[in-house]
Nanobody, 115 residues
Framework: QVQLMESGGGWVQPGGSLRLSCTAS????????MGWYRQAPGRQRELVAT??????IYADFVKGRFTIFRDIAKNMVYLQMNNLKPEDTAVYYC??????????YGQGTQVTVSS
C-alpha cells in the first residue's frame, strides 16, 4: 500500500503560478513513475505530466507552461504550473505507478484559475 499526500492547490488569477507537491509513503520501493492527472467537472480524468527514469511526458496542453520534478530520494513529485489559464481549473491528483503492477492516486487538490 502507498499513501499519497498532495498540497499546493488554491486560487490564482489567469497568468499566475502555483506549485503542487506530492509525498508518497508506505511501499515506496516499488514506485516506477510518479505523475499528475487532473479532472475538471463533467470531464474525464486526464494526464498532465508524468516522469519515470527518463524524460518527463507532458500533455500537449501544458507543454511550455508546466514542469514536473521528481525527487526519488524523498519520494516526492512536484508540478510547477506557470501561466495558468481558466481551463486549467480542475482537481489535480498525484499518481504513482508501481512494478510489477499497480497504481495509486492521492485524494486530489483543487486548482482554480479565475479573475
Amino acid at each position: 500500500q502507498v499513501q499519497l499526500m498532495e498540497s499546493g492547490g488554491g486560487w490564482v488569477q489567469p497568468g499566475g503560478s502555483l506549485r503542487l507537491s506530492c509525498t508518497a509513503s508506505g511501499d515506496t520501493s516499488s514506485i516506477y513513475a510518479m505523475g499528475w492527472y487532473r479532472q475538471a467537472p463533467g470531464r474525464q480524468r486526464e494526464l498532465v505530466a508524468t516522469v519515470a527514469v527518463a524524460d518527463p511526458i507532458y500533455a500537449d496542453f501544458v507543454k511550455g507552461r508546466f514542469t514536473i520534478f521528481r525527487d526519488i530520494a524523498k519520494n516526492m513529485v512536484y508540478l510547477q504550473m506557470n501561466n495558468l489559464k481558466p481551463e486549467d481549473t480542475a482537481v489535480y491528483y498525484c499518481k504513482t505507478t508501481h512494478l510489477p503492477r499497480g497504481d495509486y492516486y492521492g485524494q486530489g487538490t483543487q486548482v482554480t484559475v479565475s479573475s
